[in-house]
């Protein structure tokens, strides 16, 4: 009898250890979609900075975000274009912050250089939600 006991005990132990483990390493999930776009809105025209989630899409044209070095700034969230008021390295609109911080800036030509950075997204709408940081790639140039 004292042997059940101890075994009950024992597996509701190990019941309630396994639950704590997936509570606690659960990630935190993204409070949003981030997404790529391939045609360049009209007022991404002159000088401008392009920038991919990876290389390879940098490669195929498929950006993660835009700017035009003056006022605006582009980026696909929830499979919507959003368009984001520039003001120095933040943008803005009335559903979310994108920070651009720049990590390596490696000219390539005359007027070009090649770009790192990391975009830090918040929502203004979902004030709970965490913000997403991802990493970039990018050209800028005339």
Do not use: H
């Not at 070095?69 to 274009?81: E, K, P, Q, T």
């Amino acid at each position: 009898m004292k042997k059940i006991k101890v075994i009950i005990i024992l597996i509701v132990f190990l019941i309630l250890a396994f639950l704590s483990y997936l509570i606690l390493s659960k990630k935190k999930e993204i409070p949003f979609v981030l997404g790529t776009f391939t045609e360049l809105p009209n007022e991404i025209d002159g000088g401008s900075c392009l920038f991919s989630w990876t290389q390879e899409d940098l490669e195929k044209n498929k950006y993660a975000f835009a700017e035009d070095w003056v006022a605006y700034g582009f980026m696909r969230i929830n499979n919507n274009l959003e368009k984001l008021d520039k003001n120095d390295e933040t943008y803005s609109n009335e559903k979310y912050d994108v920070k651009l911080k720049v990590t390596s800036n490696k000219f390539t030509g005359e007027e070009t250089s090649y770009v790192e950075g990391i975009l830090i997204i918040s929502s203004k709408i979902d004030k709970k939600s965490n913000s997403v940081e991802r990493n970039i790639v990018g050209y800028c140039g005339a």
